[in-house]
């Protein structure tokens, strides 16, 4: 019928019409905004303004500003200085690369061998792949560049594949350190004044048969340890131990172990692979259903002053280890600045400010390089906040003129908001510091290598960053100012001959002209 016809006839044109006015008004604007690169919106409005950027992190400002200053720092001549290359010879080195070789393969043929009894006396029967000694693996190498200049040189490629080797490597077994085995059961836990976290660390073994000792998160980065705590039962840090490590490096001393973080899987990380009944007996699971554990004795014997995971993921440091004892025998001296670990005595030392002239008699303190390395190791306490320095360690091999190693740093970056200027009693009683530990101050002084924003920079290639807050690293420009004002104030007393001891000898010091002693 003709209705009918006009009825489709007037559908199709008005289906016609709609495409139309869609096409004209909705595609063909967004076709003419997409050939001009305009951004996408509604014509008949202004566009709306971009959102405002997050706010840059200072380090990120900083790199921003003016390109790296961490790498800058580390490509000045001062970090440059030649020191003897290797291969050197055997007094240079700690280790012989055959004999450690020979020592090593026997302690995995051993390992190997009671992982297979332990596994059969459970009735495991799934295939567990014994672990092999690879002569290039990360923790020899690092071990194996050991010399009496420092625990590796500054272009060893073996430190930062150590790094990556104790942040991905799986745990193979993990267990109390010897020093916790010693004390296990001598605890009076009626007694504990405060908990401390000197014993709750293990020592973690990865898949390439690598050792590091593992330190768990015990504090928050905010938090301060309280003004009224004293120093010998403060907490342990997870992230002071690893600050520790980069501005070691920043300061070009050497002498910390490297260290990183790591979340650690409790659970599978060391409760499925320890071997040790005692420490598999301190795992539990707290209200929360996260899993926790605590140090057996003496000072964390409680449930109340155990770590947990996130159910099962922690917080910690895995610090390397040194060689072991058979190989490379170490001296552990008391510190000649020992501080007293009671409530109420006090040393020699911090009632006479003469104190450094006894030490000076003393062997061997009386000749070489022993006491400006204690200094050297006075600076760096002070700028992470240190008062637990009661004992150094060295080499033997190395004789009087070896090296101190800065060993057990976590009871610093407690305070930022306090100087504990009684650290730098050895360089303010005896006046006396290594030029190239003075210059080195003296170049993080500067603004193009502010100590603060290298350290941030050095710690963001952590895996745990931010390591420290704003606060901790700000203090140590604060602090590193008060250290350059004692030396000025030797200087002004003594004169610079006397402060100033020359170790730059073999050095070429004309790229030290924007660096002065007396700067």
């Not at 004789?399 to 407690?414: C, K, P, S, T, W």
Request: hydrophobic share 40%; glycine share 6%.
């Amino acid at each position: 019928m003709p209705w009918r016809r006009r009825g489709r006839l007037l559908a199709l044109l008005l289906l016609g019409a709609l495409l139309s006015a869609d096409l004209y008004f909705h595609l063909w604007p967004e076709v003419r905004r997409q050939l001009a690169g305009a951004p996408p919106g509604c014509p008949c409005r202004p566009a709306p303004p971009p959102a405002p950027a997050a706010a840059a992190s200072p380090g990120a400002r900083a790199r921003s500003a003016g390109g790296s200053k961490l790498r800058r720092l580390f490509a000045h001549p001062l970090y440059r200085a030649p020191e003897p290359p290797p291969p050197w010879g055997p007094e240079e080195t700690l280790l012989s690369r055959q004999e450690a070789a020979r020592y090593y393969r026997r302690k995995m043929v051993r390992w190997n061998r009671r992982h297979k009894l332990y596994r059969e006396e459970l009735n495991l029967t799934s295939p567990d792949s014994l672990l092999q000694l690879g002569r290039e693996a990360s923790w020899l190498q690092f071990q194996l560049g050991i010399s009496r200049y420092g625990l590796y040189s500054r272009s060893s490629p073996a430190i930062d594949k150590l790094l990556h080797d104790m942040q991905d490597f799986n745990t193979v077994s993990a267990d109390y350190s010897q020093d916790e085995k010693a004390l296990l059961g001598a605890c009076d836990c009626t007694q504990i004044v405060k908990p401390s976290g000197v014993h709750l660390k293990l020592v973690l073994r990865f898949q390439d048969f690598g050792k590091a000792m593992f330190k768990p998160m015990r504090q928050e980065r905010e938090e301060e340890t309280p003004e009224d705590c004293f120093y010998f039962v403060d907490f342990q840090r997870h992230n002071a131990e690893i600050a520790a490590f980069h501005l070691d490096r920043i300061l070009d001393f050497r002498r910390v172990p490297p260290t990183i973080g790591r979340l650690i899987n409790v659970t599978k990380d060391i409760l499925e692979v320890t071997k040790n009944e005692i420490l598999q007996s301190v795992f539990f699971v707290s209200p929360a259903s996260n899993v926790c554990f605590f140090a057996k004795c003496p000072y964390m014997c409680k449930t109340e002053y155990a770590v947990c995971g996130n159910p099962h993921l922690l917080e910690g440091s895995l610090s390397a280890f040194l060689p072991s004892l058979n190989l490379a025998p170490r001296l552990s001296i008391p510190n000649p600045w020992i501080r007293s670990y009671s409530f109420a005595g006090k040393e020699e030392w911090e009632v006479n400010p003469l104190y450094c002239n006894t030490v000076r008699e003393i062997y061997p303190y009386n000749s070489g390089n022993r006491l400006l390395n204690i200094i050297d190791m006075a600076i760096f306490d002070f700028l992470i906040g240190n008062m637990d320095r009661h004992h150094y360690e060295m080499f033997t091999k190395f004789g009087d003129e070896g090296f101190l190693i800065h060993l057990d740093n976590a009871r610093g970056f407690g305070r930022h908001s306090h100087d504990e200027t009684s650290i730098l009693a050895p360089l303010s009683q005896c006046c006396i510091i290594k030029r190239t530990t003075l210059l080195h101050l003296q170049l993080l002084a500067l603004p193009e290598y502010r100590l603060s924003d290298v350290m941030r920079e050095s710690l963001l290639l952590d895996h745990l960053a931010p390591v420290l807050t704003e606060p901790h690293l700000l203090a140590l420009d604060r602090r590193l100012w008060l250290i350059l004002k004692t030396v000025g104030k030797c200087i002004d007393a003594h004169g610079e001959d006397k402060v100033v001891a020359n170790d730059t000898r073999q050095l070429e010091v004309p790229f030290f002209d924007r660096v002065t002693p007396t700067s």
